[in-house]
C-alpha cells in the first residue's frame, strides 16, 4: 500500500453526501462504469423504489440499552450485518485498491467480498483484512472450464478465505470500459471473455455465452470446495431451491446492481419468495439498492441474514481511501443501530418481528 494518508471530507452526515464527491474525484468514464446500470436503467431505479415503499413503525419505550448488532455468518463473527460486495478493479478508484477497503472493512469488524477481478493479488488483500483481524470472502467468476475455476477457488481458500461467493448472474462481460494503464485482473490465468465470435454463428449463444457456467457445473463445483459456497445473482425462487437442493450453503438474492438484465426486479421485491421457499434452510442475503441503515433495516425486517453494499463504499474509497470506506461502513452502522432502537429492537434478531403488525 501507498503512504498516502487520505484526509475524511468535511461536511460528511450522511451516505448519500459522499456521491458528489466522489464523482468529483474520479473521472467521467470512471464514475459512468461505477454508477451506471445497464440498458435504460430500469432495474437501477427499481431497487431504490422498493426501498422507499418499505414502511418502518417506531415502538418507544423498549429498554436496549444492551443492544447490538452482532452475528455469526458461516461461522464467522461479525461485528454487523454489512457485507462490502465485490466490486472490480478498485485500483480505478484509489492507488490503494482492494487492500484499502479490506482494512476499512475488517476495522469496522466486518468482512469484504473480494472480486474475481481485483486488481491487486488475492494474498495481499487478505493479508490486509487478516493483520486486522477479519479475513475477507472471495467472489469467484466462473472461468470458463472447470479446473481453471477450482484452481482460483482453491488459492483464495489457501490465502484464507473463509467463505466463497459464486457470481451467476452476469455471465459475460458488458461494459465496454478500457482499463487504464497499470489496472488490471491481477488473479486471473487469462482473460474472461475471449471476443472471437466464430464465423456465421451467434455472437451470443455460441460467443460470450460459451464459456457460461451452467447448474452441473455448479454440482461439480460444490462437490469440490470445502468452503462454505454461497451463490450470489438469485432472483426467481425455483433457483434458490435448485441451489439449496445442490447443497450450497447460502445465496445473495442480487440483480448486479442493476448492472446485467435491465428489467430484472428489484432485489428486495424478489426477497420474501425466495425466503419462503428456502424456509431458513441457509442464509439468504441481499444487495442492490442498499444507501442507509434504513435500508439494512428493511431488507433484515423482510428475513434477509445480512446484506452487502456496493457503490456507496466505493464513494468512500476515492474520496478518502480506506478511512473514507471505514467512515461510511460507521455511517451506516451509526444510521441500523437508531432505526433499530426507535423500532424497539436490542438485537438483529428481533428486526424480522417488527413486521408482525
Ligand atoms: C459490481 N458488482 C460485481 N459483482 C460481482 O459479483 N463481481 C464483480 O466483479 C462486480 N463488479 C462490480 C463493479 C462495479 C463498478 C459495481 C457497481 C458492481 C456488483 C456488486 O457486487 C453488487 O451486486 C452491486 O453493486 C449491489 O448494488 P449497489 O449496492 O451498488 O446498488
Keep these: 500500500m501507498s503512504a498516502r494518508i487520505d484526509a475524511l471530507p468535511e461536511g460528511i452526515t450522511t451516505l448519500a453526501d459522499y456521491e458528489p464527491l466522489a464523482?468529483?474525484?474520479l473521472n467521467p468514464t470512471t464514475w459512468h462504469y461505477l454508477h451506471d446500470g445497464s440498458g435504460n436503467g430500469l432495474s437501477l431505479a427499481a431497487n431504490r423504489q422498493a426501498f422507499e415503499t418499505v414502511p418502518l413503525i417506531p415502538r418507544p419505550l423498549v429498554d436496549v440499552r444492551q443492544g447490538n448488532t452482532r452475528l455469526t455468518l458461516f461461522g464467522q463473527t461479525l461485528l454487523h450485518p454489512i457485507l462490502l460486495a465485490p466490486i472490480a478493479y478498485q485500483r480505478l478508484f484509489h492507488p490503494d485498491g482492494e487492500c484499502a477497503t479490506s482494512m476499512a472493512a475488517a476495522a469496522q469488524g466486518g468482512a469484504m467480498v473480494i472480486s474475481s477481478l481485483a486488481s491487486q493479488s488475492i494474498e495481499e488483500i487478505v493479508e490486509a483484512g487478516c493483520q486486522i483481524g477479519v479475513a475477507p470472502w472471495f467472489q469467484l467468476y466462473w472461468q470458463g472450464?472447470?479446473?481453471?475455476?477450482?484452481?482460483?477457488?482453491?488459492?483464495?481458500?489457501v490465502a484464507g478465505c473463509p467463505a466463497l461467493m459464486l457470481t451467476v448472474d452476469a455471465p459475460f462481460k458488458q461494459s465496454t470500459l478500457v482499463l487504464p494503464e497499470g489496472v488490471a485482473a491481477?488473479?486471473?490465468?487469462?482473460?474472461?471473455?475471449?471476443?472471437?465470435?466464430?464465423s456465421g454463428q451467434s455472437r451470443v449463444f455460441q460467443g460470450w455465452m460459451a464459456q457460461a457456467p451452467t447448474?452441473?457445473?455448479?454440482?461439480?463445483?460444490?462437490?469440490?470446495?470445502?468452503?462454505?459456497?454461497?451463490v450470489k445473482g438469485v432472483l426467481h425462487p425455483d433457483d434458490a431451491e435448485r441451489v439449496v437442493g445442490l447443497g450450497c450453503d447460502g445465496l445473495v438474492v442480487s440483480n448486479h446492481g442493476g448492472r446485467v438484465l435491465d428489467g430484472a426486479p428489484a432485489s428486495l421485491l424478489a426477497l420474501p419468495p425466495i425466503l419462503s421457499r428456502v424456509a431458513g434452510r441457509v442464509?439468504?442475503?441481499?444487495?442492490?439498492?442498499?444507501?442507509?441503515?434504513?435500508d439494512v433495516f428493511k431488507a433484515l425486517s423482510l428475513g434477509a441474514s445480512a446484506v452487502l453494499l456496493g457503490r456507496p463504499y466505493i464513494w468512500g474509497l476515492a474520496c478518502a481511501g480506506a478511512f473514507g470506506v471505514a467512515?461510511?461502513?460507521?455511517?451506516?452502522?451509526d444510521e441500523l443501530e437508531a432505526t433499530m432502537a426507535l423500532c424497539g429492537c436490542a438485537e438483529l434478531s428481533q428486526i424480522v418481528q417488527t413486521r408482525n403488525l
Design 23 to 25: 464523482r468529483a474525484c
Design 145 to 157: 472450464e472447470r479446473e481453471r475455476t477450482l484452481r482460483l477457488a482453491r488459492r483464495a481458500e
Design 186 to 198: 491481477e488473479n486471473l490465468e487469462q482473460p474472461l471473455m475471449a471476443d472471437q465470435v466464430p
Design 215 to 230: 447448474w452441473d457445473d455448479l454440482a461439480w463445483l460444490r462437490e469440490r470446495i470445502r468452503l462454505p459456497l454461497i
Design 283 to 294: 442464509p439468504v442475503l441481499l444487495d442492490s439498492g442498499i444507501r442507509s441503515g434504513c
Design 327 to 333: 467512515h461510511v461502513i460507521r455511517l451506516m452502522r
